[in-house]
């Protein structure tokens, strides 16, 4: 079964620093992956996703994620840290299951910036 | 459109009462998702419609029942809950083999008293 794992549920960067978020994936054959971002009483906003057409992919809000299929990463990074990134991020898996779609998230990040 | 609309935004009620909630989207998406989602956890997955079709039940509780009247409405009807299903229900959609993610919708906040 295709899963994902976050490590670390909690990022503190300073203003201004480089955000990195881990996230490995686990699957036997190319994985769908995306990453998520949940400000709080809010759902969840697609900030990029990984479909195999290429390994750096550029999202929303400055963020951006490489695919290493060597490393089974799926990392989130940003150069530099706004206030405003303050947030629960969530890498996930789509997976199949009876032809239907499951996306299936990992458990979470809270990035934190400090002023 | 990339908006998925979900209604109410906040629901209080009782262990004996009835209520639905209602999700919306008109992107031409074919699978629909519920979602459930307590404090500070990662949405876990409850069921999951493909062309009209329920096509994944996460053993959900027979408590939370699923109807998808059409290609664009999603309901989950809710009856006899119990106070640890208070949650955030989310609704969210994608095409059909979800390779390009879901959209999320801002969800139901539910108390159950």
């Known amino acids: 079964a295709q899963s994902v794992t976050q490590l670390g549920s909690h990022v503190s960067v300073s203003e201004g620093a480089l955000v990195l978020l881990r996230c490995n994936y686990s699957?036997?054959?190319?994985?769908?992956l995306f990453w998520y971002v949940q400000y709080p009483n809010q759902g969840l906003q697609l900030l990029l996703k990984?479909?195999?057409?290429?390994?750096l992919v550029k999202g929303i809000n400055g963020f951006e994620a490489e695919f290493k299929k060597s490393e089974t990463s799926f990392h989130l990074t940003k150069p530099s840290a706004h206030m405003s990134d303050a947030a629960e991020y969530f890498c996930?898996?789509?997976?199949?299951?009876?032809?239907?779609?499951?996306?299936?998230f990992g458990s979470g990040t809270r990035l934190s910036i400090r002023p | 459109d990339t908006e998925v609309t979900q209604t109410p935004k906040h629901l209080v009620m009782g262990m004996t009462n009835k209520k639905s909630l209602k999700c919306e989207q008109h992107?031409?998406?074919?699978?629909m998702y519920w979602y459930k989602q307590k404090a500070k956890k990662p949405p876990e997955l409850m069921f999951v419609?493909?062309?009209?079709?329920?096509?994944i039940n996460e053993s959900v509780p027979s408590r939370f029942s699923p109807e998808c009247p059409n290609s664009s409405l999603l309901n989950l009807h809710l009856h006899a809950l119990q106070p640890e299903d208070s949650a955030l229900y989310l609704c969210a959609s994608s095409q059909a083999e979800g390779r390009l993610g879901a959209f999320f919708g801002q969800g139901t906040r539910l108390t159950v008293v």
């Open positions: 990984y479909t195999s057409a290429a390994t």
């Open positions: 419609y493909s062309y009209e079709k329920l096509s």
């Open positions: 996930a898996v789509r997976t199949l299951y009876s032809s239907a779609s499951k996306i299936i």
């Open positions: 699957s036997s054959v190319p994985p769908y």
């Open positions: 992107m031409g998406h074919r699978a």
